[in-house]
C-alpha cells in the first residue's frame, strides 16, 4: 500500500486486510506484470459515461453505507453507477464483498470469508429496498464457496425478508451456480422470485480462461434448465460479455444452446477491462452489432434480448418487459 498526501492508495492486485479482518486480493487478481496498458483514447466514443455525481446518487450511496450492504455497481465498478443510482436503482451484493472465486474479467475481492456472514443482512437488505421505494429489485453475491450450501439459505432468507416487508416489490436473483448443486439451486428459485438469472459470461471455448476453473459452461446451462423445468413461471435470464475474442457463429451457437434449455431473458454488453492484471480486450463491438445480435435473438425465440455497448446483466433490469431493449434502440447509430 502507497499513498498520497496522507492518503492510503490500495494498489490491484495486492493483498489487503477487510475491516472484518479477512484478507483478499484486491480486485480478484494478482499483479500481472507482464500487462501493459492501452493506450489513452484508444476506447471507441460509444464507450464514454460520466463521473458518478447527483442527488440521488449520493442519496443511493449513503443509503447503501448506512445499512453496511454491498452493491455489485461498486465492486464490478459498472460504467452505469451514475445512472442508476442517479434514478434511484442499485443492485444488491449479498453475503459480503470478497468472493471464493478469481473469474479473469471481475474486480470483485477475491479471497476466503471463512464462513463469515451478516446475521442481519436479510433485515437490512429489505429496509434498503423499502427506504429505496424500489418496485423491482436485484439480488446477486458474491461466490461462497466456504459455505456448505454455498451460501443458499442466505440468499433466500434475504428473498423472504424483502418479500415480507416489501410485497409489491419484484425481485430477480442473479445468483453463483451453488456448484451445480441442484437442491441449492431450489433453495433460491423456491423463494417466489419472479426472475432467477446465472451467466454464462462468454461462449462454450472462452469458459477458460475467462471464469473461475470451478465455474463451467455446462454447470450454469443446467442450472437455467433446471430452474425453468421445476418453476416454470419464473422467468429465466443469462448474459454474455462480448469482445473477449468469440465469433458471430460462436455467440449464435450459445443463443441456440440457451434457447434449447428454456432461458428467456439474454444480456449482451462489452467486455471492458477492470485493471491492467485483468484480461484484455480483442476488440470494440460496435453499437450496429449489438443491434444485429438483438434482432437474431428476438428471432431465436427469447422474450427479450438487451443488446448494447455499455448494457450489464442488471442494466434497467426493471424494464425488460417493455421490449424495447430497454429503450436502447434509438442509441444504436454508429
Known amino acids: 500500500m502507497s499513498d ?5 492508495i490500495v494498489i490491484s492486485g495486492t493483498k489487503i486486510a477487510k475491516p472484518n479482518g479477512i484478507r483478499a486480493i484486491k480486485n ?10 492501452i493506450p489513452r483514447g484508444n476506447k471507441p466514443s460509444w464507450l464514454r459515461v460520466r463521473i458518478p455525481t447527483g442527488e440521488g446518487y449520493q442519496r443511493v450511496k449513503q443509503i447503501v453505507r448506512d445499512h453496511r450492504l454491498a452493491t455489485v455497481c461498486e465492486e464490478s465498478m459498472c460504467p452505469n453507477i451514475a445512472e442508476c443510482w442517479g434514478s434511484g436503482t442499485a443492485t444488491l451484493m449479498l453475503m459480503g464483498d470478497v468472493c471464493t472465486r478469481a473469474c479473469r474479467f471481475c474486480a470483485v475481492d477475491t479471497g476466503n470469508p471463512r464462513g463469515r456472514l451478516n446475521p442481519d443482512e436479510p433485515r437490512l437488505a429489505a429496509e434498503t429496498v423499502q427506504l429505496m421505494g424500489l418496485k423491482y429489485v436485484v439480488l446477486t453475491s458474491v461466490d461462497r464457496d466456504d459455505l456448505p450450501d454455498g451460501g443458499a439459505s442466505h440468499y433466500a432468507d434475504c428473498v423472504r425478508w424483502i418479500k415480507q416487508n416489501n410485497p409489491e416489490t419484484a425481485i430477480e436473483v442473479l445468483t453463483p451456480d451453488f456448484k451445480g448443486v441442484l437442491e441449492h439451486v431450489a433453495q433460491v428459485a423456491g423463494t417466489n422470485i419472479d426472475v432467477f438469472a446465472q451467466n ?6 472462452l469458459t477458460h480462461p475467462v471464469r473461475d476453473p470451478r465455474a463451467s459452461y455446462e454447470t450454469t446451462l443446467g442450472v437455467l434448465e433446471y430452474v425453468k423445468q421445476h418453476y416454470p413461471t419464473v422467468l429465466t435470464k443469462t448474459s454474455l460479455m462480448l469482445g473477449l475474442g468469440e465469433t458471430d457463429e460462436e455467440v449464435l451457437e450459445t443463443m441456440d444452446e440457451l434457447r434449447a434449455v428454456g432461458v428467456d431473458i439474454i444480456t449482451f454488453g462489452q467486455y471492458l477491462r477492470p485493471t491492467l492484471n485483468h484480461l484484455p480486450v480483442q476488440r470494440y463491438v460496435t453499437p450496429a452489432e449489438f443491434e444485429q445480435y438483438r434482432r437474431l435473438g428476438l428471432q431465436k425465440g427469447f422474450l427479450e434480448v438487451v443488446s448494447g455497448p455499455l448494457v450489464r446483466s442488471s442494466y434497467r433490469a426493471e424494464r425488460v418487459l417493455e421490449q424495447t431493449n430497454c429503450g ?3 442509441s444504436t447509430d454508429t
Open 4 to 8: 498520497l498526501k496522507g492518503i492510503p
Open 28 to 37: 480478484g487478481l494478482k499483479v500481472d506484470r507482464r500487462a501493459t496498458a
Open 200 to 205: 454464462v459470461e462468454t461462449v462454450k471455448r
Open 328 to 330: 436502447l434502440s434509438q
